[in-house]
């Protein structure tokens, strides 16, 4: 039977507290990939991993805080070692904008998927743990329950790669449950976002706030947001609420019940933009609904209030599809739906005739919040090229080009040109057989430093010098240990004299760290003992500078274990003790040219502006030089990272 009312959804007072910040202050854990992963009591000492941080939540008392420091999270099956408490929920937030001190801005993305391989759609795997032993011959481990989400709240997070996102199935725990998710987006190829195998609390009922919800399958038990409360008979009030969200999935925005479960449960939808992408015809292949109920639709109510309706028709059931009349239904306010042309719109609802553009608009994700830090204009400047140092030459801009071959090749292929920044034209061609090369200018002479290729790999740090580009002296200045090879280098004139970084493959730590040397003159050079950066890491393509008292090092970092390059900046008094910089990454790939690397970076200030040249590329077949433009002096740019 279908009920309309003017009354709608209870007011969003009865269900407030659900959101409401803890009463108790209990412990706050940081989670950081810039941390050092001890105990995850400052962003210092914050852990690495969000699991991490959920073992670490001490009791059941509540009021604990996971603060995220925004960062892409390679993690599935999270659970957290305590529930919340009645007044006092935790809290699992990302700190997307960095007013929780993180330094950091922009998402914080956790990817329950294969890092090697990509999305992860298999049954039980997903961003929130739960697990039903049996459930194909494949499931033989112990079942799991998500209760221990239990009054929590998250916020600010960006689930994706898994069959459900911010999904929880309390599996065999049925039980009164409480969940609060705001401010995020959800996707999973089963389900963007619900909860399933639990009881409601009518007075604390699971909410989902200003959240994008995406269910990315047609096929099987599918919706943007998936709903299945235990209740033997229909409660009066609402078990879960969806407010200011957007639900979007090929099969259907809303979906309650599943097959043989004869149990009911109330939704109410608050200024909720519900969408079915599918609009085929009758004889095609249609979706059962918008919203579904899937057994029958006497088990599912939904309360809408000012929310628009985009598919092929509103209501629907998988199973005994004769009963879709049954679904119960309350509108209040501006209730729409646009569907297809030979669908028949429920009474209580608008009919749109023109497709709501702005409502269509509105599905997307929102965007990252903006960096602070960004530069003015990013252009790309070279093709078929990885390795450039700008400088000013006698007055002009010149970048020492590294010309060599995307992979293999022998030494002929490979030499060294100075050439105009702008035109590109070749003012400068020598050092064949030479390349991951910086340069630095002197008293009126160009020292150029490089590798030598050979052996099918790169080989010691060699000089090369200049004062009129005609006539060039070389010598090798750093030597390698036997058991090392050098690959990149950088200089900079510091306090001191000079000072070099060079990237090493030195066995004794993971592939590549950074190894230090000083010289007075240019020409002779002595290793820093005990100056090693990255020992724990990838960190390569090192470019060092000094301002202010600082040694800044700009770096490459792998993002293992996925295949994902940034620069990132840290900085030294001493070439010893280095401090990552909270707003890092400096360069991260995220145009549409850009692959999946922003690597070896090389700056320089020229007429009141920084130029930063970096490659984007692949790391294996292909990388292009990009120029970033940033309105500064090069200390404040370089300052601006702490």
């Not at 892409?72 to 809290?91: F, R, S």
């Not at 099918?456 to 002296?473: G, I, P, R």
Request: one cysteine or more.
């Amino acid at each position: 039977m279908t009920i309309l009312s003017v009354f709608g959804c209870l007011a969003a007072s009865l269900h407030a507290a659900a959101g409401q910040e803890p009463a108790r202050q209990g412990t706050t854990v940081y989670v950081s990939k810039l941390g050092d992963n001890s105990d995850g009591a400052s962003w210092a000492t914050a852990y690495t991993t969000i699991q991490g941080a959920l073992d670490a939540v001490p009791d059941d008392g509540g009021g604990h805080r996971v603060i995220v420091r925004p960062d892409t999270y390679m993690e599935a099956n999270l659970a957290p070692a305590h529930k919340g408490a009645e007044g006092a929920y935790n809290l699992l937030v990302g700190d997307v904008d960095g007013h929780l001190g993180s330094g950091g801005t922009g998402r914080v993305v956790i990817d329950a998927g294969d890092a090697t391989q990509g999305f992860k759609s298999y049954d039980w795997w997903g961003t929130i743990r739960a697990y039903k032993q049996g459930w194909s011959a494949e499931h033989k481990g112990e079942t799991f329950s998500s209760i221990g989400w239990d009054r929590w709240i998250l916020r600010n997070l960006y689930a994706t790669g898994g069959d459900g996102g911010l999904c929880f199935d309390c599996v065999d725990q049925v039980k009164p449950f409480t969940v609060v998710v705001e401010d995020c987006v959800s996707l999973g190829r089963a389900f963007g976002g619900g909860a399933m195998s639990c009881l409601a609390r009518p007075d604390e009922p699971i909410t989902f706030r200003r959240c994008t919800l995406w269910a990315l399958d047609w096929w099987g038990d599918t919706a943007a947001a998936y709903v299945r409360i235990e209740n033997e008979t229909m409660p009066d009030k609402p078990g879960v609420y969806f407010e200011d969200c957007a639900m979007v999935s090929p099969q259907c925005a809303l979906k309650i019940g599943n097959y043989g479960f004869t149990t009911y449960s109330r939704v109410c939808c608050k200024r909720c933009r519900m969408v079915a992408l599918n609009f085929s015809q009758p004889h095609g292949t249609p979706t059962d609904g918008i919203i579904q109920s899937v057994q029958e639709g006497k088990y599912g109510h939904v309360e809408l209030e000012d929310c628009t309706l985009m598919g092929f028709k509103v209501f629907g059931v998988t199973v005994d599809k004769d009963t879709a009349g049954d679904i119960g239904y309350t509108t209040r306010g501006d209730v729409r739906a646009y569907v297809q042309y030979q669908q028949a719109v429920p009474e209580g609802f608008h009919r749109l005739g023109h497709w709501p553009a702005e409502v269509f608009d509105a599905i997307a994700p929102p965007p990252p919040p903006a960096r602070d830090h960004a530069p003015a204009e990013v252009d790309l400047v070279r093709r078929d090229m990885c390795e450039v140092t700008p400088l000013v030459w006698e007055g002009r801009a010149v970048l020492l080009a590294c010309v060599r071959p995307g992979h293999a090749g022998t030494p002929e292929d490979h030499y060294l040109t100075v050439q105009d920044a702008e035109s590109g034209d070749e003012l400068a061609r020598f050092g064949e057989g030479y390349s991951l090369a910086c340069a630095h200018a002197h008293e009126g002479t160009l020292y150029v430093f490089a590798s030598r290729l050979g052996d099918h790999t790169w080989n010691d740090v060699t000089l090369f010098k200049s004062a009129d580009f005609e006539q060039w002296e070389s010598k090798v200045v750093v030597e390698q240990d036997p058991a090392e090879r050098l690959f990149n280098s950088s200089v900079c004139e510091g306090p001191d004299g000079f000072v070099m970084a060079y990237e090493t493959n030195d066995p004794a730590y993971p592939a590549f760290t950074v190894k230090f040397a000083r010289s007075k003159d240019l020409d002779n050079w002595a290793k820093v003992p005990d100056a090693v950066f990255g020992t724990d890491r990838y960190t390569a393509c090192p470019c060092i500078r000094y301002a202010n008292g600082y040694y800044y090092m700009l770096y490459l970092e792998r993002r293992a274990p996925r295949w994902f390059f940034e620069t990132y900046i840290a900085r030294s008094k001493d070439l010893v003790s280095w401090k990552l910089g909270p707003a890092n990454p400096v360069l991260t790939p995220t145009a549409i040219d850009d692959g999946i690397n922003a690597s070896d970076p090389d700056l320089f200030e020229y007429q009141g502006k920084t130029y930063l040249y970096y490659a984007v590329g692949d790391q294996r077949t292909w990388m292009n030089i990009k120029r970033a433009a940033y309105p500064c002096t090069l200390q404040q740019f370089l300052e601006q990272w702490f």
